[in-house]
């Protein structure tokens, strides 16, 4: 019986998303206050491996809008998110929110 040396090349990836949807999900709310100068930058309470898209809800009495910006998510960093609030005429305004994310913690 004779052998055949033949040269493997292989190319691992590994993808820490496609695991994640394996995993079981936890959901967090933050609450914090947005500024009228710029965005503030919430640090979440745990470690994602991955996570869905924060919804910012303000506290407010008036119609407004919130926009979560600059997800950051790390497994052995501070995972933030950085929130502006604005007004009706797109102006920031300083208000009370709660921010909701899912996801699967690290």
């Known amino acids: 019986m004779a052998l055949t040396n033949y040269p493997s090349l292989w190319a691992l990836e590994f993808d820490p998303g ?11 709310q933050v ?24 919804i910012v809800q303000p506290v407010a ?3 407004c809008t919130a926009s979560p910006s600059n997800l950051t998510l790390s497994e052995t960093l501070t995972n933030t998110v950085d929130v502006n609030v604005f007004d009706q005429t797109g ?16």
């Open 18 to 28: 496609g695991i994640a949807a394996l995993m079981p999900t936890v959901t967090d």
């Open 31 to 54: 609450t914090g206050t947005s500024s009228a100068t710029g965005p503030v930058t919430v640090t979440l309470p745990r470690k994602y491996i991955v996570a869905n898209n924060p």
């Open 61 to 63: 009495p008036t119609s």
């Open 91 to 106: 102006a920031r305004v300083a208000l009370p929110f709660v921010l909701t994310i899912t996801g699967v913690s690290a």
